[in-house]
């Protein structure tokens, strides 16, 4: 039992000895690390400036880590500060463009905390701790860029019947880059605004665009939620009721980012165009989000309906017939009895 209890206190010796160690050790650290990324500059600058989207490719767990977007230079550079553990750090991002993309290199400066000093003195230092991160965050970018934005597939299901609808909507326009950024913070807006109503929902969100792309890259649309009843607002509400009748469209499916819907506008008119089928200019498309955020985190599965109208078929006038019926002559019997 004695030589136990000396082993347990020299453990204990250890330990602290260790943990003094520990805690007198230089803490500071700046830590770099480069990728190359196959995607454009532009699509990666607006992905890691988006701070919703950094739950997609943190290195850190989801209560581990916050950031927070300090400023930006001409999409070249991007200045990010991060809180690991509740130690804030400054972390930056550049961008080259290449032949194959785009070279990124993360650097980071900081602090380490007490679990992180201990990591790096275990493994000889914080650039195998932290620098294994960045190269962990990289490579995320890299996954969810080039594969889950990538895998996308379009399916033109030909013409359909849009049933009528009710709804609440808020209109808006913007350039079309600012889009996605733009709706996302409407439809939150939405979504509050029928909560706190108690307004019952018949379906789910989608867009009512009246100018898809003006000539100078402007969009013109409507967040919309489907709702049982017609509501009547105040003029000049930011949202407002509002109901469309049932009408013909061609529907089209995507399934993957939305950074794909120009495509699959264009295979649904293309598929317009080799069955002559024209577009209603009088109607307004609409676009449904099946499958989106937050119920889905990965792009590679979003659903996205398009139903743009289209001008029924007039059915040609059939010349007017006549029927006509001969009469036979009557054949009288003159034989003599």
């Keep these: 039992m004695r030589i136990l209890k000396y082993l347990f206190l020299l453990f204990l010796l250890l330990f602290i000895a260790f943990v ?15 990728k190359e990324i196959a995607a454009p500059k532009e699509k990666l600058f607006q992905f890691i400036a988006n701070t919703n989207s950094f739950q997609e490719w943190s290195p850190w767990e989801e209560d581990e880590a916050l950031i927070v977007t300090v400023k930006n230079s001409s999409k070249d550079s991007l200045f990010n500060k991060i809180t690991i553990n509740e130690e804030p750090s400054n972390s930056s991002f550049h961008f080259q463009s290449t032949k194959k993309g785009t070279l990124v290199t993360w650097q980071m400066e900081g602090t ?11 493994n000889g230092g914080a650039n195998p701790v932290i620098g294994s991160q960045l190269l962990k965050g990289l490579d995320n970018i890299n996954f969810y860029l080039v594969n889950e934005i990538g895998n996308f597939s ?17 209109v808006a326009t913007c350039a079309v880059s600012d889009f996605e950024t733009k709706s996302k913070a409407m439809l ?5 605004f029928v909560t706190k109503n108690n307004i019952t929902t018949t379906g789910l969100p989608f867009v009512r665009y009246t100018i898809k792309k003006s000539p100078d890259q402007k969009t013109t649309f409507a967040i919309c939620i489907p709702i049982k009843e017609r509501i009547f607002t105040l003029e000049g509400s930011q949202i407002s009721g509002g109901h469309f009748e049932a009408f013909d469209a061609v529907k089209t499916i995507l399934t993957g980012d939305y950074s794909h819907k120009e495509k699959a506008w264009k295979a649904a008119r293309s598929y317009m165009n080799k069955n ?14 099946q499958i989106s955020l937050p119920k889905e985190r990965k792009p590679s599965k979003w659903v996205t309906e398009i139903y743009i109208p289209v001008q029924k078929k007039r059915q040609e006038p059939q010349p007017e017939t006549v029927e ?3 009469a036979t002559p009557e054949v009288k019997d003159n034989s003599v009895q």
């Design 20 to 34: 003094v160690f520990v805690a007198t050790q230089p803490g500071d650290y700046k830590i770099m690390q480069t």
């Design 112 to 122: 380490l905390d007490l679990k992180s000093k201990i990591m790096s003195v275990l």
């Design 154 to 170: 379009i399916k033109t299901n030909g013409l359909v019947t849009k049933q009528a609808a009710n709804y609440l909507q808020q």
């Design 188 to 192: 939150q807006n939405m979504i509050s």
């Design 276 to 289: 002559k089928i024209t577009e209603d200019t009088a109607g307004k498309a609409i676009e449904i989000y």
């Design 324 to 326: 006509t019926v001969e």
